[in-house]
């Protein structure tokens, strides 16, 4: 008996096996849910389907979340196959390299909108989109990071994304209370994934992070695995709006 038997579970943003999305999707699949993910592009595609090879029955569908007709798309298929989605997890984030170096004073103009759209304002379709697949009420979840609050080396523009993100949860779990959707974040500490190791200097504050954090130790996807099953699980069903950390208590400390 899993927590999950019976869900059905669609996760935004797979792009290997070290992604953030890949461990929530696989400890929703191993409490019982059925899964569906979704890749960006082709380039990634080979990868993703190592992925989902991994748990028999899972579907694939490629969506480039700039373009709101092929978010639609991704849950017009799930209708078709599944009828209803319960879980919901957003894990995707851009910035363009240049505006992840230097001063954030300097970010242009494109590279703000850019890294807004995709990182914070997709959540919003991306649950709007879901509403409907989910009649008896539903948790959706989005992936943040402590730069919200706080500053960070390189960060820059992806702080800024990550406070809207986390702003817009509050704004949608407010909205879609009163159906029964919930909506939260999960604050992972530093994991290196390909999105990581774009920002410049991610390695030198994931050795910093491990060292003084609480714990003492470092942040895998199946720990924010785990807390997902926890958000998709009834076990939260008084949780909505909220921001779960998942930094070995990093986020605790004033040094
Ligand atoms: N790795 C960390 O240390 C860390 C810490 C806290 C939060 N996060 C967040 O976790 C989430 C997942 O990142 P990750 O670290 O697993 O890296 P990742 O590179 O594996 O995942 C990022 C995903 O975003 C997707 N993406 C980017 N632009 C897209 C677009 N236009 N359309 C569709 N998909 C798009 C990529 O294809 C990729 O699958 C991100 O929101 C990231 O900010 C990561």
Not at 71 to 99: C, F, G, M, N, T
Not at 106 to 118: C, E, K, P, Q, V
Not at 164 to 169: D, F, N
Not at 177 to 185: D, M, S, T, Y
């Amino acid at each position: 008996m899993g927590l999950l038997d019976g869900k059905n579970a669609l996760i935004w943003g797979v792009a290997n096996r070290r992604s953030i999305g890949w461990g929530a999707a696989r400890a929703l699949a191993r409490e019982g849910a059925r899964i569906a993910l979704t890749y960006e592009s082709e380039r990634v595609e080979k990868m993703v389907r190592d992925c989902a090879d991994q748990v028999p029955g899972t579907t694939m569908i490629q969506a480039d979340v700039t373009d709101d007709a092929q978010i639609q798309a991704v849950y017009d298929e799930l209708k078709a196959a599944w009828d209803r989605v319960d879980v919901v997890v957003h894990s995707i984030a851009y910035a363009p390299r240049e505006d992840m170096e230097g001063r954030f004073a300097d970010t242009s103009r494109n590279g703000f909108l850019t890294a807004l759209g995709i990182s914070a304002y997709s959540l919003v379709p991306i649950t709007r989109y879901a509403v409907p697949l989910m009649p008896d009420g539903g948790s959706v979840m989005t992936m943040t990071y402590i730069a919200s609050d706080r500053v960070f080396p390189n960060y820059n523009v992806m702080g800024v994304a990550k406070a809207a993100l986390e702003a817009s949860v509050r704004y949608l779990a407010a909205d879609l209370g009163p159906q029964g959707v919930r909506v939260n974040a999960i604050s992972p500490g530093p994991i290196s994934t390909l999105a990581a190791r774009g920002v410049p200097g991610f390695t030198g504050f994931a050795k910093a992070s491990t060292e003084r954090s609480p714990l003492r130790q470092s942040t895998d996807i199946d720990q924010v695995g785990d807390t997902a099953v926890f958000l998709a699980s009834n076990l939260s069903r008084g949780v909505t709006g909220d921001v779960l950390f998942v930094d070995q208590g990093y986020h605790v400390l004033g040094f």
